[in-house]
């Protein structure tokens, strides 16, 4: 029997280079893709299957919106309303069986189209869309700096 390791010399690697040391968070993820990879591919089950999806809370809702006196210059209530969330698109692989694409919290499983009703609001918006101009001003007055400079928008509280 051929050595299974050998078949698939012809697979992808991968070099990755830093700018500083691993923190503890890349060195676990780095052990299990070792562990994962320590064996010929042949060894996992090639049925397929859905790739399960959870959802990351991100910040929890904030207090009230603030008096209309201490709102942001330049922002507007936007009262709660629902909301009808559809999408629908093409994809490049699969075929129209579900487990391709995304699953959002009210679905069981990925598919390609979704249709779900959402209550919204109340949440203040900005009047008009913001500059890269206007967000750097924003970063320069109020030194803000993001937690988590990867994933900055999920951890993204305004504090007045």
Not at 10 to 38: F, I, K, N, Q, Y
Not at 77 to 86: D, E, M
Not at 113 to 124: C, I, K, N, Q, W
Request: contains cysteine.
């Amino acid at each position: 029997m051929p050595n299974s390791r050998l078949q698939e010399i012809g697979g992808v690697g991968c070099v990755a280079v830093l700018a500083r040391p691993a923190d503890a968070a890349l060195l676990a993820h780095l052990t299990e893709m070792r562990a994962m990879t320590s064996a010929p591919l042949s060894r996992y089950n090639s049925t397929w299957a859905a790739l399960p999806q959870t959802l990351v809370p991100s910040v929890q809702p904030g207090p009230p919106l603030p008096p209309a006196g201490r709102r942001p210059v330049g922002t507007v209530p936007v009262p709660r309303a629902n909301f009808t969330f559809v999408i629908q698109g093409g994809e490049i692989e699969g075929d129209d069986a579900l487990g391709v694409d995304v699953q959002y919290p009210w679905e069981s499983n990925p598919r390609r189209e979704h249709a779900h009703s959402l209550t919204l609001g109340p949440f203040l918006a900005d009047r008009f869309p913001v500059t890269c101009s206007n967000y750097s001003a924003f970063l320069q007055k109020t030194g803000y700096a993001p937690r988590d400079p990867h994933n900055w928008l999920k951890s993204w509280v305004w504090q007045l």
